[in-house]
């Protein structure tokens, strides 16, 4: 996947315009901030995943 908004990355290595990766799947890259999120941490513990939501959003206004 690349950086923020995390575009997934097909087979022929190029990033999908219209493909996201948010949540869980970005485990890999972001351990247990998806998880934070979702369980009631505070707001800096969960927050990256709400600001990915928010990159992601705009991403796809902007097509």
Known sequence: MTAPPYRLI???G???K???VLGLQLSSVQWGTAIAAEAGAPLDAGGRTL???DDIARAILTL
Request: proline share 0%.
């Open 10 to 12: 097909g087979a022929n």
């Open 14 to 16: 190029v990033a999908q």
């Open 51 to 53: 600001r990915d939501a």
């Open 18 to 20: 219209s493909l996201y």
